[in-house]
């Protein structure tokens, strides 16, 4: 099955400055890399995605990059704000026969964003 | 709409008591999971539905059942809970054509002494 492993485990900057967050997976086929961001004692919501035609994808302070042969991504935030503050995971899919997509979850990355 | 809703929020069990946690989605989606959360260990899926009457196993089953007897409702059940089950347990929906883009509850933290 897929493996997903996501670095750093934790991660402080100061606020103004950026973030990156690095994924790498395991199985060739997978095609869609969602991040998500999980607030303290919430679940979590996704913020970018990036699927594996499209090498790098941004909304505002987020970007997210794709090296599929080098099977990498990373989340890039910048001008970090301490509401960035949270845990973020990224995962990988792989779709499975019945049509649906189960997504692998790396172990997340806790982002601090001092004042 | 309110979403992806679970209940409890929070249980404390003994070992071997059974229980079920509960997750209703009002946004017509095909595709619900449970996952659970550990310390250290991301997110992990436990089972998973593509549709009313359907699910299957993923990573962790052992220990837990599911059923999808309506398209809303994805019940988790722990027959006999053990202190390895203690964790934070999310139900996430997608739509089939949504592109896998999850919906999470709020989770229910559960506790087995």
């Known amino acids: 099955g897929e493996n997903v492993e996501q670095h750093p485990s934790t991660l402080s900057v100061q606020e103004g400055d950026s973030a990156v967050i690095k994924c790498t997976y395991s199985d060739s086929a997978s095609n869609y890399f969602p991040w998500y961001k999980q607030e303290l004692g919430k679940g979590p919501q996704l913020i970018i995605d990036?699927?594996?035609?499209?090498g790098e994808k941004k909304d505002q302070r987020i970007a997210v990059t794709l090296n599929k042969t080098a099977k990498h991504f990373s989340l890039h935030i910048t001008e970090t704000q301490p509401e960035d503050s949270a845990v973020y995971f990224c995962a990988a899919s792989i779709s499975s026969g019945a049509g649906s997509y189960q997504l692998t979850f790396g172990k997340g990355t806790k982002l601090s964003v001092i004042p | 709409n309110a979403g992806v809703t679970q209940t409890p929020k929070f249980q404390v069990l003994k070992t071997g008591q059974s229980m079920t946690l509960q997750c209703a989605q009002d946004m017509n989606h095909e595709y619900m999971s449970w996952y659970r959360q550990d310390p250290g260990m991301g997110l992990r899926l436990i089972h998973y539905?593509?549709?009313?009457?359907?699910?299957d196993q993923g990573e962790v089953p052992n220990g837990y059942n599911v059923s999808r007897s309506t398209t809303e409702d994805f019940p988790l059940r722990l027959l006999s809970a053990a202190p390895s089950q203690t964790s934070v347990y999310f139900c996430a929906s997608s739509s089939s054509s949504g592109a896998n883009v999850l919906t999470f509850g709020a989770g229910s933290r559960l506790t087995v002494l």
């Open positions: 539905s593509v549709g009313a009457g359907i699910t």
């Open positions: 990036i699927r594996s035609n499209v």
